[in-house]
T-cell receptor
Framework: KAGVTQTPRYLIKTRGQQVTLSCSPI?????VSWYQQTPGQGLQFLFE???????NKGNFPGRFSGRQFSNSRSEMNVSTLELGDSALYLC????????????FGQGTRLTVV | AQTVTQSQPEMSVQEAETVTLSCTYD???????LFWYKQPPSRQMILVIR??????QNATENRFSVNFQKAAKSFSLKISDSQLGDAAMYFC??????????FGTGTSLTVIP
């Protein structure tokens, strides 16, 4: 059974640009959550999607958005990139929610220059 | 908001010995989940162990066990018979009823051969 796949693995963008990250959950999983990991702030929750609906959202500005498709694949978009957006972005999938076992992808390392 | 505190940024243990990683959390909820995740250099978060707050019995997974003290809001991880492959960053995490994770800042575990 394939794990959670995040693409791309590495990304370098320029300030002001926008970026889209992708997460393919484990087959059959309907919940996808996104997290930002930085040395200064640690792991912070961005949002969770379940069956194409955003169920929960963390405390991030509106430049961070996401969506989920009917096949449960999810994308995260960051517009008007800032240097502080440089981070490892992790996605996790689970069957119904994170209280059932959640599996994480290997992350996308975003560098903003 | 819930907070999770890991007071040990770094720990080391001799191979085959036992080590305990500390975690405390703050919440006003009575129903929640607690987790320990391991993040090796590959960056992928791997579930080590999970505890449901309503269960008084401490969770155990092979060499990994927890000491869950609900009243004290403490959730420590004990690793027995430490192996070289246990070396990683360990994160304590609290999951609220909205399926949002709150992570601690992590403890970097070194296993000395």
């Amino acid at each position: 059974k394939a794990g959670v796949t995040q693409t791309p693995r590495y990304l370098i963008k320029t300030r002001g640009q926008q970026v889209t990250l992708s997460c393919s959950p484990i087959s059959g999983h309907r919940s996808v959550s996104w997290y930002q990991q930085t040395p200064g702030q640690g792991l912070q929750f961005l949002f969770e999607y379940f069956s194409e609906t955003q169920r929960n959202k963390g405390n991030f500005p509106g430049r961070f958005s996401g969506r989920q498709f009917s096949n449960s694949r999810s994308e995260m978009n960051v517009s008007t990139l800032e240097l502080g957006d440089s981070a490892l972005y992790l996605c996790a999938s689970s069957f119904q929610g994170m209280n059932t076992e959640a599996f994480f992808g290997q992350g996308t390392r975003l560098t903003v220059v | 908001a819930q907070t999770v505190t890991q007071s040990q940024p770094e720990m080391s243990v001799q191979e085959a010995e036992t080590v305990t990683l500390s975690c405390t959390y703050d919440t006003s909820e009575s129903d929640y989940y607690l987790f320990w995740y391991k993040q090796p250099p590959s960056r992928q978060m791997i579930l080590v162990i999970r505890q449901e707050a309503y269960k008084q019995q401490n969770a155990t997974e092979n060499r990994f066990s927890v000491n869950f003290q609900k009243a004290a809001k403490s959730f420590s991880l004990k690793i027995s018979d430490s192996q070289l492959g246990d070396a990683a960053m360990y994160f304590c995490a609290y999951l609220d009823r909205g399926n949002q994770f709150y992570f601690g800042t992590g403890t970097s575990l070194t296993v000395i051969p």
